[in-house]
């Protein structure tokens, strides 16, 4: 059975085994986070409307649109989020295991631009030093901040 499975596989070739590939595999959104620290090591860190009461500060974070780079996703939603334009650096997280999602996170530089929050998704935007974090702050982004600065 294995070896007819690998013929068929060979003969279909190209576009069709992608069609088959998708088709027979799980979907997933993909939510990519920013750890945004300034030159003097502080941190971004957002107010979000639309979490939890009590666990409401985080890190900048959406979901990849289809297509989309996982870096351009965060320069985009810490643009959207906050008006701040960053240059995204190194993989600090890709995590899966979720039900339908998947999360990515990079370490980024905010390099300029002036804070203008999105008032429809966020409350507040303020700079924190990594060792005065606030209450309510997510604690998976919590350790995505300490991973860096401890």
């Not at 190209?14 to 502080?42: C, E, Y």
């Not at 939890?52 to 320069?75: I, M, N, S």
């Not at 429809?120 to 995505?144: C, K, N, T, V």
């Amino acid at each position: 059975m294995k070896r007819l499975a690998a013929r068929l596989w060979r003969l279909i070739r190209g576009p069709l085994q992608w069609r088959v590939l998708w088709l027979s595999h799980a979907k997933f959104m993909i939510g990519v986070t920013g750890i945004v620290r300034d030159a003097d090591g502080n941190v971004l860190l957002l107010r979000h409307r639309m979490w939890r009461e009590g666990h409401q500060w985080g890190l900048p974070t959406g979901y990849a649109r289809k297509g989309e780079p996982f870096e351009d996703t965060v320069v985009r939603e810490v643009r959207e989020e906050t008006g701040l334009d960053v240059r995204v650096g190194e993989l600090a997280r890709l995590r899966s295991g979720y039900r339908l999602r998947a999360e990515v996170a990079y370490e980024a530089r905010f390099t300029g631009g002036t804070l203008r929050i999105d008032p429809f998704e966020i409350l507040e935007a303020r700079w924190f030093p990594p060792d005065a974090l606030p209450e309510g702050l997510q604690e998976s982004h919590r350790l995505l901040v300490e991973r860096k600065s401890g």
